[in-house]
């Protein structure tokens, strides 16, 4: 499967944005779970949150929990990562990706999408 991640942008704190993950086109998630990670400057790329096939399940990273949610249309073969009350700290590049848990599956990575939140 190929990914493309879309929707990053600057935001001031408290602020909201939601990020896609889409499938490109004749490909399919399959019967996976999927991801979004991010990576800040100096810091090595780290989970942020995940989402079963049916949607029913969800997992996230202590620090997002609350502010983000995951959701998935596996109609549109599109997972998304709806974040509110961004913070400085929350300013890295996103990711998607299929997982295993909080782990994902190396060679299925999306492109990342740079999230900025700065006044």
């Known amino acids: 499967v190929q990914l493309q991640a879309s929707g990053g942008g600057l935001v001031r704190p408290g602020g909201s944005l939601r990020l896609s993950c889409a499938a490109a086109s004749g490909t399919t998630f399959g019967p996976y779970y999927m991801g979004w990670f991010r990576q800040a400057p100096g810091k090595e790329r780290a989970f942020v949150a995940g989402i079963g096939w049916s949607g029913e399940t969800k997992y996230y990273a202590d620090s997002v929990k609350g502010r983000f949610t995951i959701s998935r249309d596996n109609a549109k073969n599109t997972v998304y990562l709806q974040m509110n009350s961004l913070k400085p700290e929350d300013t890295a590049v996103y990711y998607c990706?299929?997982?295993?848990?909080?782990?994902?599956?190396?060679?299925?990575w999306s492109q990342g999408t740079q999230v900025t939140v700065s006044s």
């Open positions: 990706a299929p997982v295993v848990g909080r782990v994902a599956k190396d060679g299925y």
